[in-house]
């Protein structure tokens, strides 16, 4: 059996009150991990503490065989910046720039070649040269993740990446997020309030009472 590319032990966090405690999973190449919970529940920090972004009150992180928060800073931001990519909600696109621009960037800087078919699989192939301003929010969205799958990730932390899309672009979005994972062996975080969304990937968790548990699990439990 492969390692995971990801993997926690024991994570626990709060701010001014308790998130979660005792959170444990590990995702392999190929797969694709969901997490839901009602809003402050402590899915995108958790998300950020797996992503190398916000350091766990307790527990442990791997990430692609590192104990994430024992390296270096440099040593993490160049996991970042080479094999992980991170897809938000808002799309943080350098807004005085093209759409191509943007995927040029990232490109550059994980230092791969951009695969120009991609922008073909998420229909944006007839806007990419167009300023991101005069881009739709769903443009802007899957012109976003186009810039995290040049860089040929191997592990894809994604934060609510449908909450402002229609179905059909939605539809899209998860389609071609699903499909590198399968393509190239890599591991998929998603935090998500959609059920629908989320039952497209191969675990689905729920984040509640400060635990992790699975979600068809805490479902039977209340019916």
């Known amino acids: 059996m ?67 928060y024992r390296i270096s800073e440099s040593e993490k931001e160049m996991l970042r910046r080479n094999r992980t990519g991170i897809v938000f909600q808002q799309h943080y696109l350098f807004k005085g720039m093209t759409g191509r621009e943007n995927v040029e960037i990232a490109a550059m800087l994980a230092r791969q070649e951009i695969d120009e078919t991609l922008f073909e699989v998420l229909e944006i192939d007839t806007v990419i040269d167009q300023k991101v301003s005069e881009l739709s929010g769903g443009q802007q969205q899957r012109v976003s993740l186009a810039r995290v799958l040049s860089k040929k990730p191997q592990v894809i932390f994604a934060d609510e990446p449908t909450g402002n899309l229609d179905l059909e672009t939605s539809d899209l979005v998860m389609k071609v997020l699903l499909n590198y994972v399968a393509e190239q062996k890599a591991a998929l975080f998603m935090v998500t309030h959609d059920p629908e969304v989320a039952g497209k990937c191969d675990r689905v968790y729920l984040l509640e009472e400060q635990r992790l548990k699975p979600y068809e699990e805490s479902v039977g439990k209340r019916l």
């Open 2 to 68: 492969s390692h995971p590319c990801l993997a926690a032990t024991k994570l626990a966090h709060a701010f001014d009150y308790p998130l979660y405690r005792e959170v444990s999973l590990a995702i392999r190449p190929s797969e694709s991990v969901a997490v839901m919970g009602r809003s402050g529940s402590g899915k995108s920090t958790l998300l950020h503490t797996l992503a190398g972004l916000i350091a766990p009150l307790e527990g442990k992180v791997e990430l692609l065989g590192r104990d994430l």
